[in-house]
């Protein structure tokens, strides 16, 4: 789309919400935020967009990896269109989700580098994945190969499946904390035989917040004829992503992640020659429209929640007002002050999560000496108001996901209240 009338279509979807808004409202109706304009390092820019939250005062939440809160113009539009379906529920007043639908399908795609054509409107990265597992033809002899820190939608999915119709699954394990984008790609590489169908990773662990080189590793696929399914649960929101560059066959991600849409809402891309390839899972009313639509035939599967589906949109408009890349590279910027940050406060840290931009994002997974994980993540919570993610097994630690609702200030207390539980 080009500038005006990107503009001209950012302000109109964000215009309807942003003059309701209950803070100080920086995006008011008709307004966007000129490119260039208090990016990068003013940190009295990103103070602005913490204001566009509702967020509880002192609290400092740093748990972006598993759900995210929405800025009010996203509340808002979800709010108004709840309040309309409820004041008149009838076929006539909700027509018109029909049209807004395909405007949210249209922002979406623009979004992520892709045709609306191939966007599937879900409910989660969970139902995009399992929509995958299940709508391909695949029997005995068959291979998929797996990364073994896939999330268990993208990993114990596959093995129920095979059960059932006999192909083989295997994973691949990467070093830990890995700095060497050739070695992680040549760990899939060396992994793939002539009779693997499909290779299947996550863009990022929610594990150890380890990234894969996902352009690298789908091209060699490709190349080989094999499906790649990207599970974009932690990168869509995050990274400044174009999917036909990728490569990819499939991604899925939630837009109640870091995208900060609505909740239960997603997306499921469909590369179009791969389309032909996946059999839907759910085939409902509206079948015979759906079928001839592209990756329409994958979300057909009766009502839904339309405010939410809809208000996707407004999310969508969000992300390209602050731009994608300022959003990338905050999100970046705040993994990489808290590395430092900690580094200093705490002897004997130990990052689960590789330094390099190609090998992470915004999950940041860590070991502090001596302490239960699962312990201090609730005393932070309880005296400092940190909210994080304690994990144990492979990569025990303390998870960090912090978005552009956070700010320096944040980071520093974060780091001190972690400090404070050595
Ligand atoms: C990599 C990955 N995939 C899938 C999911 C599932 O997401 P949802 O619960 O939104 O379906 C998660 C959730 O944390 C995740 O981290």
């Known amino acids: ?34 490119a260039g304009k208090g990016r990068g390092e003013d940190e009295a820019y990103w103070h602005r967009v913490k204001e566009q939250f509702s967020l509880a005062p002192g609290l400092i939440l740093m748990n972006a990896a598993n759900l995210c809160p929405s800025p009010y113009p996203v509340q808002e539009t979800v709010f108004r269109h ?22 949210a399908r249209r922002a979406l795609a623009e979004y992520v580098g892709a045709s609306p054509s191939e966007i599937a409107i879900t409910r989660n990265t969970s139902e995009g994945n399992n929509s995958v597992v299940n709508g391909l033809d695949l029997g005995a002899g068959d291979e998929v190969v797996l990364w073994d820190q896939n999330h268990p939608t993208n990993n114990v999915s596959w093995d129920v499946r095979a059960r ?82 990728m490569g990819c066959d499939f991604f899925t991600g939630s837009s109640h992640k870091w995208f900060m849409g609505p909740k239960e809402a ?3 891309y469909v590369r179009e020659e791969s389309q032909e390839r996946l059999w839907p899972t759910h085939v409902g009313v509206g ?17 839904r929640d339309d405010a939410a589906v809809v208000s996707m949109a407004t999310a969508a408009a969000f992300h390209e007002a602050i731009g994608p890349v300022a959003v ?24 689960h999560t590789p330094l390099a931009p190609e090998l992470s994002a915004g999950v940041l997974v ?50 001190e209240a972690l400090a404070a539980h050595v």
């Open 287 to 303: 079948w015979e429209g759906a079928e001839a639509n592209g990756a329409q035939k994958f979300e057909n599967m009766g009502q």
């Open 82 to 103: 709840t309040r309309d379906v409820n004041r008149d529920a009838s076929f006539q007043n909700r027509g018109k989700f029909g049209a807004l639908k395909e405007e």
């Open 328 to 351: 990338e590279e905050r999100v970046r910027g705040l993994v990489l002050a808290i590395r430092e940050r900690l580094t200093d406060a705490v002897s004997g840290v130990r990052f």
């Open 266 to 268: 997603g997306l499921m």
């Open 164 to 245: 059932r119709w006999g192909f083989t699954v295997r994973r691949v394990s990467t070093p830990d904390s890995c700095e060497d984008a050739g070695q992680m790609v040549d760990s899939f590489v060396a992994a793939l035989t002539n009779r693997t169908r499909v290779l299947a990773f996550s863009h990022v662990s929610n594990a150890s917040g380890a990234g894969i080189p996902a352009m690298e590793v789908c091209r060699v696929a490709r190349e080989r004829g094999i499906l790649t399914l990207v599970d974009g649960a932690q990168t869509f929101g995050a990274l400044d992503l174009d999917l036909h560059d």
């Open 1 to 34: 789309m080009p500038g005006p009338d990107r503009r001209r279509f950012l302000s109109q979807l964000l215009g309807g919400a942003a003059v309701t808004l209950a803070t100080p409202a920086w995006l008011r109706a008709g307004e966007t935020i000129p």
């Open 366 to 415: 860590f070991a502090l000496p001596g302490v239960s994980h699962g312990e201090v993540f609730q005393e932070v919570y309880e005296t400092h108001h940190l909210a994080c993610t304690g994990r144990g097994g492979a990569f025990d630690g303390i998870r960090l996901s912090p978005h552009i609702y956070n700010t320096l200030d944040e980071v520093e207390r974060a780091v």
